[in-house]
Structures are given as structure tokens and as C-alpha cells.
């Protein structure tokens, strides 16, 4: 099914499915978007990742990851100051088709939802656990995991968490295999964990030269 929904575009922002993410609107055109929403009884919004080089062209229309993540508004703050704070939940990721000329100031283009291939097999249930030890260990301990937490979400908790650049994360959300992308966040994870006990590792002070 083809939607038509308003386009909110970041430069380093991802939603993933089951995410809760809390925004701060203050560019007209997405107040504009959010009372519109409000006012209709609305609540679909895309979020779309900037493509490189956006910075020129950030007040037009510059070019968006065909790949993005279709939100819910949950909840929109009162106006203050002439913004708003909103909280959007992550939906299903959508492929966004084409983008619709209208009226309003922020941009509306057209998705449709792109289908995951999930995994139900001991190979796959072994990631799963690996990712989600490995989610425990990379947040030293401090986050609490549901026990039974799926492989996809718990890649995209992951994924979003790590901090290897903006653009690697993307070309990582867009992988619809569930178990293909754990395995590849997996990896990220483990050259992370790596990095961090070299780092801690390392003597308290450099070594003297002559």
C-alpha cells in the first residue's frame, strides 16, 4: 500500500521500528508540518536520512535515502516559543517512491513498506543471544535486555548505539535480511570492543623519544 506522508529529513538521525525518538521542532516548515498534523488528525511521518553533501542545499530539497523509517507522532508537546517537542515511534521501514509537489512549506512524498526477511532457526537464535550479551556488555552493564528480544530490533538498538559514522549505519539499516544485517552490526561490535580494550590498554603516558 502507497502512502502519502509528510518528510522529515535529518542529517544523522535513524528510526527504526519500535524506537521512540524525542525531537525538538523549530524550523517553520516543520512546525508548519506538525500543527498540520495535529489539525487533521494525522499522525504518519517519514523520517529520511540527508544523502551526503546536503549542506548546500539543506533549505531546498536535497536528496534523501531511499531506504527510511515511517514513524507514528506520539505525543507533541505544547508550543513554546514557537516550538515544539515531539515524540515519534518507529513503525516499519518504507522505500520512498516519488516526491509529491504540494503547498507546503515542508516536503510529502510517497512510501510503500519494504518487507524484512525474518529468521526462526538455531543459527539465527545464536546471533540474537550474541547481540544481545553483546548490547549488555557495550552499555557496561547498565542496560536491562528483554529476554526474549528480536533479532532485528536488537540489531537496530545496536546499530544505532555504535559509533561508527552516519552513512556505514545507514547502508546497515537498509539491509532487509534480519539475520545478514545482525551478523554485520555483530561484527561492527565486536572491531568496537576491540578498539576499546586497545585503548584502555595503552600506557597512562607516552613513551619518552631521544
Known amino acids: 500500500m502507497v502512502l502519502q506522508v509528510p518528510l522529515f529529513p535529518l542529517p544523522n538521525v535513524l528510526l527504526y521500528p519500535s524506537a521512540i525518538l524525542p525531537l525538538h521542532v523549530f524550523e517553520p516548515r516543520y512546525i508548519q508540518m506538525v500543527e498540520d498534523l495535529v489539525a487533521k488528525g494525522e499522525d504518519r511521518v517519514v523520517l529520511g ?44 521501514r518504507v522505500r ?3 516526491e509529491v509537489v504540494t503547498d507546503t512549506l515542508y516536503r ?11 529468521h526462526d ?20 552493564g547498565s542496560l536491562m535486555v528483554e529476554a526474549r ?11 544505532v548505539a555504535l559509533p561508527n559514522g552516519i552513512e556505514e549505519k545507514q ?27 586497545d585503548y584502555q590498554n595503552l600506557p597512562d603516558s607516552p613513551p619518552a623519544w631521544n
Open 121 to 140: 532457526d538455531p543459527g539465527a537464535e545464536a546471533v540474537r543471544l550474541a547481540l544481545r550479551d553483546g548490547l549488555i556488555d557495550f552499555a557496561d
Open 108 to 118: 510529502q512524498v510517497q512510501v510503500e513498506p519494504v518487507e524484512e526477511l525474518a
Open 149 to 159: 528480544a528480536p533479532l532485528g530490533y536488537l540489531a537496530d538498538v545496536l546499530l
Open 96 to 98: 520512498i517512491r516519488d
Open 49 to 92: 536520512l540527508l544523502q551526503d553533501g546536503w549542506e548546500d542545499g539543506y533549505f531546498g530539497e536535497p536528496p534523501v535515502h531511499p531506504i527510511a523509517g515511517l514513524g507514528r507522532l506520539l505525543h507533541t508537546g505544547a508550543k513554546v516559543d514557537g516550538r515544539y517537542n515531539i515524540l515519534l515511534q518507529g513503525i516499519e
Open 171 to 197: 547502508a546497515l539499516f537498509e539491509i532487509l535480511d534480519q539475520r545478514t544485517r545482525a551478523e554485520r552490526v555483530l561484527e561492527v561490535l565486536r572491531s568496537t570492543a576491540q578498539d576499546r580494550q
